[in-house]
């Protein structure tokens, strides 16, 4: 079946520090692949999407590329924030959605 | 902007009760969802609903119902609480099954 595999955290990070956070799926078609954020309290939004291959998602300085040939679609960002602390969920969705365990980032000042 | 409401933020509840977490949305979505999060399994889906009076079973729903006898109201039922039932619970819309999912901001239950 489809899944998706994300790198486990947490991950602990100093402000203006390069991020990445792998993310690996399996599926059997064509799927559309997301990142979802989730800060403290609140539920899951969206942070970027992308539909095909080789199309790049961004969204506040995040980026993630659909990559086919490796099955990937890892999420970086080249300056994190404080603000960007919060759980980082990568999801595929095909005929239904599947979510990766999620990611803790911490962004120290 | 999409919205999507739920009926509680916290609930504390006693095991064997019945339990009712309801969910609204404001966007005409076709399809909603309901999933609990645990720390470690991320989210995982317990039921579904792809129109009104329509269900499917997600990978958990043992132990819960839904109901969705409007379009923009989806119901999760805990029939018989049980403290392994303690968890965050999300509802989310989407307008097509494929499509970016729209999260409410969750209701943290403790059965005791």
């Known amino acids: 079946g489809n899944s998706v595999t994300q790198m486990e955290g947490p991950v602990t990070l100093s402000e203006e520090a390069f991020l990445t956070i792998n993310c690996t799926y399996t599926?059997?078609?064509?799927?559309?692949l997301f990142w979802y954020v989730q800060y403290p309290g609140e539920g899951l939004q969206l942070l970027l999407k992308a539909t095909k291959a080789d199309d790049k998602g961004s969204n506040k300085g995040f980026e993630a590329t659909y990559r086919k040939e490796t099955t990937s679609f890892h999420l970086e960002k080249g300056s994190v924030q404080v603000s960007d602390s919060a759980v980082y969920f990568c999801?595929?969705?095909?005929?239904?959605?599947?979510f990766g365990a999620g990611t803790r980032l911490t962004v120290k000042p | 902007d999409v919205k999507v409401t739920q009926s509680s933020r916290y609930l504390v509840k006693r095991t064997g009760e019945k339990v009712f977490l309801e969910c609204v949305q404001d966007?005409?979505?076709?399809?909603m969802f309901w999933y609990r999060q645990d720390p470690g399994l991320g989210l995982r889906l317990i039921y579904f609903s792809y129109d009104v009076k329509m269900k499917e079973k997600g990978d958990i729903p043992e132990g819960y119902s839904v109901s969705r006898e409007k379009k923009e109201r989806f119901s999760l039922i805990l029939e018989s609480a049980s403290t392994n039932q303690t968890s965050m619970y999300l509802c989310a819309s989407s307008l097509t099954s494929r499509e970016t999912q729209y999260f409410g901001p969750g209701t943290r239950l403790l059965v005791l």
């Open positions: 966007m005409d979505h076709e399809n």
């Open positions: 599926a059997t078609g064509y799927p559309s």
């Open positions: 999801a595929l969705s095909f005929n239904d959605m599947r």
